[in-house]
């Protein structure tokens, strides 16, 4: 729960925004003086996530490109062909 409220109170201090897919009627942190969120928090989540998950997914693409090849080779080193004795 307390890594949750860290999330909530990260988002809502730097983006004054409050909910996902809805907004909230309320801020879970800010005070009410502050007055009802007027954007969803789900555009700012994107965006400060994006740049470590396109590494990720380069690291992934690049990991499987050379698995692939890897099988490839070690696939022709052991496979007997047709008519070749």
């Known amino acids: 729960m ?6 909530i109170t990260f988002f809502e201090g730097k983006f004054a925004c409050s909910g996902i897919c809805e907004k909230a009627l309320f801020f879970y ?3 009410m003086s502050d007055g009802p969120p007027t954007t969803t928090c789900l555009s700012n989540m994107k965006d400060e996530v994006e740049h470590n ?15 692939a090849f890897t099988w490839l080779c070690q696939y022709t080193l ?3 062909y047709d008519g070749a004795e």
């Open 2 to 7: 307390k890594s949750a409220m860290d999330f």
């Open 29 to 31: 942190t800010l005070p």
């Open 53 to 67: 998950l396109t590494y990720m997914g380069m690291a992934a693409t690049t990991c499987g490109l050379v698995m």
């Open 78 to 80: 052991w496979k007997k």
